[in-house]
């Protein structure tokens, strides 16, 4: 099956700082990506949609400002989470489909601890 | 607002049992429902049912999908440990690209 990957697993920063997290179609080409968050013993909770070249859409209560995301090319979705605070801390999944009715493919998932 | 609700939330049972767990959802334009198993890292992908009355299976595990009832069932049989994890349920709104899930079922297979 298709291959998504994130990096990095994990990381730790400090309140205020910036974190990128990178998410990539290994095997095929992503024309649509997905950020989610899962906080512990919850359920996945989708916060925006990238399709490549545009902008992404962002869902309810999502803070656009805060969460960047760039999909700039068909393999590669970029979120950023700016001036961190501990209540960020999370698990943050990436998935990526090729097209639209295709099957989304989750990447690993990455653990943000903001200290 | 599309929602997703699986249940039970939590079930403990011992190895080489069955198990039957349920989601529900309302979707105004329903186009797939997906199961996921979640252990430590991202969910893997289990089925993805679109028709109703068709039985998926793999193995130990298999799922049905009743649109008339808006509802899905995961069964699997002769549990082992390895299928500890916590089970989400997805919808999927045709015209939509996202995925809406269920708060998930933890299910823990006692040796």
């Known amino acids: 099956g298709a291959v998504v990957s994130q990096h990095p697993s994990w990381v730790i920063c400090k309140s205020g700082t910036s974190v990128k997290i990178e998410c990539r179609s290994l095997d095929f080409q992503a024309t649509t990506m997905f950020w989610y968050r899962q906080f512990p013993k919850q359920s996945l909770m989708l916060m925006a949609t990238s399709n490549e070249g545009s902008k992404a859409t962002y869902e309810q209560g999502v803070e656009k400002d805060k969460f960047l995301i760039n999909h700039a090319s068909l393999t590669l979705s970029t979120l950023t989470v700016t001036s961190a605070h501990p209540e960020d801390s999370s698990f943050y999944i990436c998935?990526?489909?090729?097209?639209?009715?295709?099957?989304?493919?989750f990447g690993p998932g990455t653990r943000l601890t903001v200290t | 607002e599309d929602k997703v609700v699986q249940s039970p939330l939590s079930l403990v049972v011992h190895e080489g049992d069955t198990v039957t767990l349920n989601c529900s959802y309302e979707?105004?334009?329903?186009?797939?429902l997906l199961w996921y198993k979640q252990e430590k890292k991202a969910p893997t992908f289990l089925f993805m049912l679109t028709s109703s009355g068709i039985e998926k299976k793999s193995g130990r595990l298999s799922s049905i999908l009743d649109k008339k009832e808006l509802f899905s069932i995961l069964n699997i049989t002769a549990t082992q440990t390895g299928d500890s994890a916590i089970y989400l349920c997805?919808?999927?709104?045709?015209?939509?690209?996202?995925?809406?899930f269920g708060q998930g079922t933890r299910l823990t297979i006692n040796p």
């Open positions: 997805a919808v999927e709104e045709r015209g939509a690209q996202k995925l809406v």
């Open positions: 979707v105004t334009n329903f186009r797939s």
């Open positions: 998935s990526a489909r090729g097209g639209t009715g295709d099957e989304q493919y």
